[in-house]
Nanobody
Framework: QVQLVESGGGLVQAGGSLRLSCVAS????????MGWFRQAPGKEREFVAT????????YYADSVKDRFSISRPDAKNTVYLQMNSLKPEDTAVYYC????????????????WGLGTQVTVSS
């Protein structure tokens, strides 16, 4: 069973940057996409970004496009989320997840989730 561990969250001022990491351990059934979601207090979990197994295909939420970048090095079990020009509205718990098959935007299509890492952006 694959387990996911996120890291890299923290407190940053508006306009700053953070890079989140997510490492998958254990044996996967087959190739998988990796995605990032976030959940702010009192709000539903929302899609942020996702990347295919090969790294060739990426999708972003409109709210983070041009500010965030998802990447997946040759070590396929790791995914990064580079977050630039952070805004207070980016404050949330960020979750990493994997989906067997093509990269989806819908959270219900993800099979395994990490416990999340807190990102707080101060104004």
């Amino acid at each position: 069973q694959v387990q996911l561990v996120e890291s890299g969250g923290g407190l940053v001022q508006a306009g700053g940057s953070l890079r989140l990491s997510c490492v998958a351990s254990g044996r996967a059934l087959r190739s998988y996409a990796m995605g990032w979601f976030r959940q702010a207090p009192g709000k539903e979990r929302e899609f942020v970004a996702t990347i295919s197994w090969s790294g060739d295909t990426t999708y972003y939420a409109d709210s983070v496009k041009d500010r965030f970048s998802i990447s997946r090095p040759d070590a396929k079990n790791t995914v990064y989320l580079q977050m630039n020009s952070l805004k207070p509205e980016d404050t949330a718990v960020y979750y990493c997840a994997i989906a067997y098959g093509p990269p989806p935007r819908e959270s219900k299509k993800y099979d395994i989730w990490g416990l999340g890492t807190q990102v707080t952006v101060s104004s």
